[in-house]
């Protein structure tokens, strides 16, 4: 069993700072491609920036210079540095991450999302 678990969303003001982070924990033989995803209320989910397991990234063109995502393979981590933040990057963000306990089999996680909010 594996489990996402997300922290450090919060409310900011227009212009601030947030970083994300979602840690992976369990039978985790190797993690391939992580990212994150947020859902606006009545929109649908969008992914906003993935990393693979060799380090490239990239971004959602509403998010690009502004958001950085990277990853601590040693601790099976992934965060979301989030700056110059807009009312618009309002949303529950979820981190993804495909893991494999054997290497052979790939599974999807999701994290349980953690509310970003920013107010004008």
């Known amino acids: 069993q594996v489990e996402l678990v997300e922290s450090g969303g919060g409310l900011v003001q227009a212009g601030g700072s947030l970083r994300l982070s979602c840690t992976a924990s369990?039978?985790?033989?190797?993690?391939?491609?992580m990212s994150w995803f947020r859902q606006a209320p009545g929109k649908q989910r969008e992914r906003v920036a993935r990393?693979?397991?060799?380090?490239?990234?990239d971004y959602a063109g509403s998010v690009k210079d502004r958001f950085t995502i990277s990853r601590d393979n040693a601790k099976n981590t992934v965060y979301l540095q989030m700056n110059s933040l807009k009312p618009e990057d309002t949303g529950v963000y979820y981190c993804?991450?495909?893991?494999?306990?054997?290497?052979?089999?790939?599974?999807?996680?999701w994290g349980q999302g953690t509310q970003v909010t920013i107010s004008s």
């Open positions: 990393i693979t397991a060799g380090g490239n990234v």
């Open positions: 369990g039978s985790i033989f190797s993690i391939g491609d």
């Open positions: 993804n991450m495909h893991i494999t306990m054997d290497s052979r089999l790939w599974y999807e996680r």
